[in-house]
């Protein structure tokens, strides 16, 4: 079984700059590219940032993601209140032949 | 506008299988494909299984190979997530997403199917 890992929680004061990381393996981060999705309560996700590092229409540049070997990263700069969600990194995994999402992180702003 | 509209809540016997349906307006449905994932309560999302929308062929997660079964019907613009031999674990949210090769780029509202005797 393919396994992403991501920090349970995460939290930062308004202004602030917040990393999220997500650690992956030799079958999925090391050799393709990460995705990250936010999930307000009771919504569904939302694409933050593709498999190109490219921000969709309507996603503030405060968002931004980065990858080095098997860890991936994501950085929220400006944190804002409405920003407090969850945060899923995705990406694909060549022996599942699929998507493999990490667990999740609950960023709280303080 | 890209819309992926999921069919209502489901609530099945264990040992049943449910439907859930996911219609897209607003592109070339099959241009995309379309992926569907689940998250239980409190969990992970998890990836079960995708279908190309012009050719039709699928392919699953092998946690649930031989218990689901993607189609779609390309007339009515819309994909088709069959679930078989339901247990109380697969109370869950299933979602819909539309792939643009580079992400899940759109993804519909979700489907609570709940599991009970």
């Known amino acids: 079984q393919s396994v992403v890992t991501q920090p349970p929680s995460a939290s930062g004061t308004p202004g602030q700059r917040v990393t999220i990381s997500c650690s992956g393996g030799s079958s999925n981060i090391g050799i393709n590219t990460v995705n990250w999705y936010q999930q307000l309560p009771g919504t569904a996700p939302k694409l933050l940032i593709n498999?190109?590092?490219q921000r969709p229409s309507g996603v503030p540049d405060r968002f931004s993601g980065s990858k080095s070997g098997t860890l991936a990263s994501l950085a929220i700069s400006g944190l804002r209140s409405e920003d407090e969600a969850d945060y899923y990194c995705?990406?694909?995994?060549?022996?599942?032949?699929?998507?493999?999402f990490g667990g999740g992180t609950k960023l709280t702003v303080l | 506008q890209v819309y992926l509209v999921q069919s209502g809540a489901e609530v099945k016997k264990p040992g049943a299988s449910v439907t859930v349906s996911c219609k897209a307006s607003g592109y070339t449905f099959t241009y995309y494909a379309i992926h569907w994932v689940r998250q239980a309560p409190g969990q992970r999302l998890e990836w079960m299984g995708w279908?190309?929308?012009?050719?039709?062929?699928?392919k699953y997660s092998q946690r649930f190979q031989g218990r689901v079964t993607i189609t779609r019907d390309t007339s009515a613009n819309t994909a088709y997530m069959e679930l078989a031999s339901l247990t109380s674990e697969d109370r869950a949210v299933y979602y819909c997403a539309r792939d643009d090769r580079e992400a899940l780029d759109f993804w519909g509202q979700g489907t609570l199917v709940t599991v009970s005797s």
């Open positions: 279908i190309n929308t012009a050719n039709g062929n699928t």
């Open positions: 995705a990406v694909w995994d060549d022996s599942l032949n699929g998507p493999v």
């Open positions: 498999s190109k590092n």
